[in-house]
């Protein structure tokens, strides 16, 4: 198979699978809780459930069976040679964060259809020796309730029952959202796959960082992905008049000032030694915010990740050690509660090898045969919850400058071409190993 073969045999032409992928991608964007073009869908939201709808219609187009999961994930399934054959699955996300791009999961999902459709339209169902699904996640973000990867990790059976009781920006718990949204809450392990009914998740995605932009290449192969931690933290002093003297101030908004900037230096690491680590304070609230009010009350949040959890976890030892000395030294309470925590994620080895090949079926006869570039993913992905229950590749998309989770997220046509043609070569590859692996004729009825 080649890039530059414009028709696959029974499939549409390379160039139009991209086009019509960058223009759903448009159409999806336009699915938005945000006025002025600017783009967020949160999980179990009336957007959420439009683009399911949406999504669900392009895929019973494309040939598949479709059905929206007892997590409200929009799903789709093709047969293999018989029916309740295990199945590879194809995945991505379709909720954003606030201001979003329109690329970020919601591409990867699109690839994974387009892939799906050539699949069914390429391959006759006697030569196909796995089961092929097509999931589309409601929640990766953690945009409204705080926790990220709702939809992945009740596909992977690892729901925390604790998560009912958080709360939206407006009070509504996710227990109330599921029965608002018309799911009932008893029923969401029913989403839950297990490994037999499973031979393994791919993931297509925008790299979401500079390197394939840099090295002037459009795809790359994800080796793990960053497991990060997200906190709530509260620095409580005293509000009083802005014109209280300083011996008598107790300013929680300086305080929690101090904690981002240690923050910063802590997961920054020693000059000149990297730690491996990213730390962000994203958001902040302060009361009783007025100009002429000291801060009574700062709550913020850290979201702290790197590729190796024990550093991860060693700055955050050293995180609260240096607020706690900052609260005792300004007369302080600080507090904190872990809202989110993922260990890093590994993809498999036979995984990256059939994505590097995949990758390679897309260069051009007599091209430079070097090795497909391999990368570490700072930024999470479903496929960290999917881990937990069968094994996972990433196949990572170049994106203009790096720039993620900005309206400016940016792709072209051809590399989306690329992935396409990527993606399908990555499954026909893992076809071809299926057809003579032992035990992959386990049922998942
Ligand atoms: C999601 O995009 C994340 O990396 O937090
Ligand atoms: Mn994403
Ligand atoms: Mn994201």
């Known amino acids: 198979m080649s890039a530059v073969d414009d028709r696959k045999p029974g499939g549409a032409p390379a160039s139009t699978a991209a086009s019509v992928v960058l223009e759903r991608c448009d159409e999806l964007a336009t699915y938005t809780s945000l006025p002025g073009g600017l783009i967020e869908r949160v999980y179990l939201s009336p957007q959420h459930a439009a683009v399911n709808s949406r999504t669900g219609q392009w895929m019973r187009a494309a040939g598949l069976t479709t059905w929206q999961d007892s997590a409200g994930n929009q799903c789709a399934r093709l047969e293999g040679h018989r029916a309740g054959l295990p199945a590879l699955l ?48 409601g929640d990766e973000e953690g945009t409204r309730f705080g926790t990220t990867l709702l939809g992945s990790r009740a596909v992977a059976g690892t729901w925390d029952p604790d998560w009912w009781s958080l709360e939206d920006a407006d009070g509504v718990t996710l227990h109330d959202a599921y029965l608002a949204f018309g799911l009932d809450p008893a029923t969401v392990g029913d989403a839950a796959r297990a490994p037999v009914e499973l031979v393994g998740y791919l993931e297509a995605h925008i790299e979401q960082g500079p390197v394939l932009d840099e090295a002037g290449l459009p795809l790359g192969v994800v080796t793990s992905i960053a497991g990060a931690r997200r906190f709530q933290i509260v620095v409580e002093g005293a509000a009083g008049h ?118 390679r079926a897309t260069e051009r006869a007599g091209a430079d045969p070097a090795a497909p570039p391999e990368l570490f993913s700072m930024a999470g992905h479903d496929a960290m919850a999917l881990a937990a229950v069968t094994e996972i590749g990433m196949l990572f998309v170049r994106c203009a400058g790096g720039v993620s989770h900005h309206p400016d997220e940016s792709v072209t046509e051809a590399d989306i071409a690329r992935a396409v043609d990527a993606l399908e070569a990555s499954v026909l590859e893992l076809f071809e190993q299926y057809r003579s692996e032992p035990g992959v004729e386990g049922t998942a009825s």
Not at 259 to 287: K, P, Q, W, Y
Request: hydrophobic share 50%.
């Open 90 to 137: 194809l995945a991505s996300h379709l909720d954003t964060v606030p201001s979003a791009g329109r690329y970020d999961g919601i591409l990867g999902v699109l690839i994974a259809l387009a892939v799906a459709e050539r699949i069914n339209a390429g391959v006759a169902p006697a030569d196909r020796p796995v089961a092929l699904e097509v999931l589309a996640f």
């Open 242 to 359: 802005s014109g209280t003297p300083w011996a008598r101030r107790r300013d929680a908004l300086a305080g929690a000032s101090e904690a981002v900037l240690a923050i910063e230096r802590i997961a920054r690491g020693e000059a000149g030694h990297s730690s491996g680590l990213i730390a962000t304070v994203g958001h902040l609230a302060v009361f009783p915010d007025a100009v002429n009010v000291i801060a009574g009350r700062v709550e913020f949040s850290l979201d702290l990740r790197g590729e190796f959890d024990d550093a991860r976890d060693a700055a955050w030892l050293g995180i609260k050690a240096a607020m706690t000395a900052m609260s005792e030294r300004r007369g302080l309470r600080v507090t904190w509660q872990q809202t989110h925590s993922a260990p890093a994620a590994h993809c498999s080895e036979r995984m990256r090898r059939v994505v590097a090949a995949g990758i």
